[in-house]
């Protein structure tokens, strides 16, 4: 996502760009293609609402800056409320194709192993949450600075044709979004108490993925954990997390309240795959089949993907980026993306968005500062690169505690509504006078 961005940017400013990928000559362990930005978790870039909402805002800053991720997310959108997700095939086949017709950029194949050569010039590394072993033994040499890594998990997606619609119904929670397609974007799964609790006996008792003696001490980033691990938290933890039983009504018996809800969200453009929403997992896949029958209106799922986990190494970006995302042993060198310490798809593509452009400014001999705190991408690239504690650095999504606060908002702290509103009008102003002077 971060390396596409960051070449789109550069290519559009006129200079000539190569993209390295290694897959397919080197796979990872999560991906299911060559293609470029492909999305390997969930199909969801998030919140598109950009007057209460740090993703969404984040979203119109991108949109502002040509961003090729917004523009293939437009084009390949499904339904999902007020939420913007794509079809994840053809959000990718869109995204290499744009790229690889630019007269400006060339895409070589194969694994680059270590640090690029001084020869290369400018360079970015966006390798993404899974960098190669190669790569990253090659980034501790350089910095001499312990890597940090988390575990990232991945939901199960089911076919849509296997769902019993006669125990599920598709409704977006509180019924959001502007069209019928997306106020029922969502699948809705719902669960008595009595199911909901031998779920939970299930969940806790299933067999589960084995991590190897160098993985088991590695932490588990708090927006992504599995559901296992949240079960493990208490009993009502997924009742009152992903399967929180409010803003819905099961048409089927209107008048009985569920104990909880299973959510699954459209995956494709056709309909044909819904992901589960927020259950990842790191059960075995016969687990995962087993416990997750268990579901009223799944008892007969099938998967077109059973869920997974892996490891997800991120670098000390406090400690060894400066604020144009260099590297501050090595300035030829940035960094972008969710190796920086930014978690999410668009939080990660952002990233990209600015070093491209540092990296033209950089090309152009043009000074260029970083983007104010006041905006979203500002407040990220101001956390990662000095604003949060280098000893406690955890990845990190964007939101509006990032921001500095708005002073004198109408109503205070308690009107959120208003305030978010402050936040976004600041930001919306503060980027366009960036980009206008960058």
């Avoid at 550069?10 to 293609?35: C, D, L, S, W, Y």
């Avoid at 397609?181 to 969502?186: D, G, S």
């Avoid at 400066?322 to 993306?337: E, H, N, T, Y």
Wanted: proline fraction near 5%; include cysteine.
């Amino acid at each position: 996502m971060a390396g596409s961005e960051a070449a789109w940017q550069i290519a559009n400013a006129g200079i000539p760009v190569i993209i390295h990928e290694m897959r397919p000559t080197v796979k990872t362990f999560a991906h299911q293609t060559e293609g470029l930005a492909e999305l390997v978790c969930s199909n969801s870039f998030r919140s598109d609402d950009d007057t209460a909402n740090a993703v969404g805002l984040l979203h119109w800053e991108m949109r502002q800056a040509g961003s090729i991720v917004m523009e293939m997310g437009a084009k390949h959108a499904v339904p999902a409320g007020s939420a913007l997700a794509v079809d994840r095939d053809a959000f990718s086949q869109g995204v290499t194709e744009k790229l690889l017709s630019h007269p400006l950029i060339t895409l070589e194949r194969g694994e680059v192993t270590g640090l690029p050569p001084t020869e290369w010039g400018q360079t970015i590394i966006a390798t993404g949450p899974l960098t190669s072993q190669s790569m990253a033994e090659a980034v501790l040499a350089q910095t001499d600075q312990s890597s940090l890594a988390f575990f990232d998990a991945i939901a199960p997606i089911v076919y849509a044709e296997s769902v019993n619609m006669e125990k599920a119904w598709f409704q977006s929670r509180y019924d959001k979004g502007d069209t019928v397609a997306e106020q029922t974007a969502y699948l809705n799964c719902p669960m008595d108490e009595a199911q909901y609790n031998a779920f939970i006996d299930a969940l806790l008792a299933a067999e589960k993925t084995e991590f190897k003696d160098w993985e088991k001490d590695t932490p588990y980033f708090e927006g992504c954990l599995p559901i296992e691990v949240m079960a493990e938290r208490g009993r009502e933890t997924l009742r009152w997390g992903p399967m929180k039983p409010v803003g819905l009504t099961n048409p089927h018996q209107p008048t009985v309240k569920a104990h909880a809800i299973v959510q699954l969200r459209r995956d494709n453009a056709l309909g044909t795959l819904f992901n589960i929403v927020g259950f990842q997992t790191k059960m075995k896949y016969g687990e995962q089949a087993r416990v997750l029958s268990m579901i009223p209106g799944l008892e007969n799922a099938e998967f077109a993907r059973l869920g997974g986990i892996h490891r997800n190494t991120f670098i000390n970006s406090p400690l060894l980026l400066d604020d144009q995302m260099r590297l501050k042993s090595r300035p030829s060198i940035r960094f972008a993306g969710q190796i920086t310490g930014v978690e999410g798809y668009v939080e990660s593509a952002a990233m990209g968005i600015l070093s491209g452009r540092f990296a033209v400014a950089q090309a152009l001999e043009n000074a260029i500062d970083s983007p104010p705190n006041t905006t979203a991408m500002g407040a990220l690239i101001s956390h990662i690169t000095g604003g949060a504690e280098a000893k406690t650095f955890q990845p990190m999504n964007v939101n509006f505690g990032l921001f500095p606060p708005v002073e004198n908002v109408k109503g205070g702290r308690r009107n959120r509504k208003t305030r978010y509103l402050a936040y976004t009008e600041r930001a919306k102003a503060d980027w366009t006078t960036w980009l206008q002077d960058a």
